[in-house]
């Protein structure tokens, strides 16, 4: 049966998140790491997320309700946050986001599980390696996604996703290639999200 998925809403701030305490699952990255492509490649729906290439272009938390086997399954959230890391955002706005997320990820008690992404064409940044500290320190399920790997030579894509796994101080057991173009880690991510929203 076909993933059915939709849009719910954009939230900038605690009381415009969603109050019926489905189980939701994060997406956190760099501006421009490629999270809109991912959610309109994990969910086949090319339009569903808004993809830009301005980075920043996402300001708020964008809830997608996904219902997994059809509209009849237990539905689900997943988030995507404003990217982190840009810097021609100002610098009231980059600290608004910095408390929404920062609220959102200690506070969220429906807050499952992360997809942290990170771009493979280039190691992780600063900011890359405090959100997998955080995410180890307050032990959140996570999985670490190396995007846009058609972008880098198929020989190279195991040796790089281990080096990330390496630069994160993570286990490679919980990183994955991924690109939107060729659909490469699609179906073990679909697989993964759907073993935490089970629970």
Same mark, same amino acid.
Request: hydrophobic share 40%.
């Given at each position: 049966?076909?993933?059915?998925?939709?849009?719910?809403?954009?939230?900038?701030?605690?009381?415009?998140?969603?109050?019926?305490?489905?189980?939701?699952?994060?997406?956190?990255?760099?501006?421009?790491?490629?999270?809109?492509?991912?959610?309109?490649?994990?969910?086949?729906?090319?339009?569903?997320?808004?993809?830009?290439?301005?980075?920043?272009?996402?300001?708020?938390?964008?809830?997608?309700?996904?219902?997994?086997?059809?509209?009849?399954?237990?539905?689900?959230?997943?988030?995507?946050?404003?990217?982190?890391?840009?810097?021609?955002?100002?610098?009231?706005?980059?600290?608004?986001?910095?408390?929404?997320?920062?609220?959102?990820?200690?506070?969220?008690? /429906? $807050?499952?599980?992360?997809?942290?992404?990170?771009?493979? *064409?280039? =190691?992780?940044?600063?900011?890359? &390696?405090?959100?997998?500290?955080?995410?180890?320190?307050?032990?959140?399920?996570?999985?670490?996604?190396?995007?846009?790997?058609?972008?880098?030579?198929?020989?190279?894509?195991?040796?790089?996703?281990?080096?990330?796994?390496?630069?994160?101080?993570?286990?490679?057991?919980? /990183? $994955?290639?991924?690109?939107?173009?060729?659909?490469?880690? *699609?179906? =073990?991510?679909?697989?993964?999200? &759907?073993?935490?929203?089970?629970?």
């Amino acid at each position: 049966m076909a993933i059915i998925s939709e849009f719910l809403c954009s939230a900038a701030q605690r009381d415009q998140l969603p109050k019926d305490r489905l189980v939701e699952i994060a997406l956190a990255g760099r501006s421009n790491v490629g999270k809109s492509s991912l959610i309109n490649k994990l969910l086949g729906a090319s339009k569903l997320a808004r993809t830009s290439n301005t980075p920043g272009r996402t300001q708020t938390l964008n809830y997608y309700r996904i219902f997994p086997e059809g509209k009849s399954s237990k539905p689900f959230y997943l988030v995507d946050m404003p990217g982190y890391g840009f810097a021609q955002v100002s610098l009231v706005r980059r600290a608004r986001w910095g408390q929404l997320i920062e609220n959102y990820l200690t506070t969220r008690e /429906t $807050l499952r599980g992360v997809i942290h992404l990170i771009d493979m *064409r280039h =190691p992780p940044q600063p900011l890359d &390696l405090q959100m997998s500290e955080w995410l180890q320190h307050f032990e959140k399920p996570f999985l670490v996604i190396g995007t846009k790997s058609d972008k880098i030579a198929k020989t190279k894509v195991p040796e790089q996703l281990l080096q990330i796994a390496e630069d994160l101080n993570v286990d490679s057991n919980d /990183t $994955l290639a991924f690109s939107a173009e060729t659909g490469l880690g *699609r179906d =073990p991510l679909w697989r993964w999200v &759907l073993n935490v929203a089970k629970g």
